[in-house]
Nanobody, 124 residues
Framework: QLQLVESGGGLVQPGVSLRLSCAASRYTLHYLAIGWFRQAPGKEREGFSCIGRRNGASTYADSEKGRFTISRDNDKNMLNLQMNNRNPEDTAVYYC?????????????????WGQGTQVTVSA
């Protein structure tokens, strides 16, 4: 069974950049579509970015364009999410999710496997 592990979260000041990673075991991430989601306190989990299988395109929520960049590191079987210009409203638990099947980028029920999440707190 695929296992996903997010890392890179922590406490950061507003305006600081942060990079999250999603690592996989027992499967090659390159062949999976990956989505990124986040859940802020008291709110529902929401998707904001994804990348298609193999050399598939990246997609970002309109509100996040220019602030996130997804990239694959196939040598390490990881996927990275560069987050720029963080603000306190970005405080949330961030999750990566994967699927081998048909998917809708930011729709959580589309994905089959999920990581446990990594906490990102943006505060001065």
């Amino acid at each position: 069974q695929l296992q996903l592990v997010e890392s890179g979260g922590g406490l950061v000041q507003p305006g600081v950049s942060l990079r999250l990673s999603c690592a996989a075991s027992r499967y090659t991430l390159h062949y999976l579509a990956i989505g990124w989601f986040r859940q802020a306190p008291g709110k529902e989990r929401e998707g904001f970015s994804c990348i298609g299988r193999r050399n598939g395109a990246s997609t970002y929520a309109d509100s996040e364009k220019g602030r996130f960049t997804i990239s694959r590191d196939n040598d390490k079987n990881m996927l990275n999410l560069q987050m720029n210009n963080r603000n306190p409203e970005d405080t949330a638990v961030y999750y990566c999710a994967a699927t081998v099947g048909t998917f809708y980028c930011m729709v959580n029920v589309t994905y089959d496997d999920w990581g446990q999440g990594t906490q990102v707190t943006v505060s001065a």
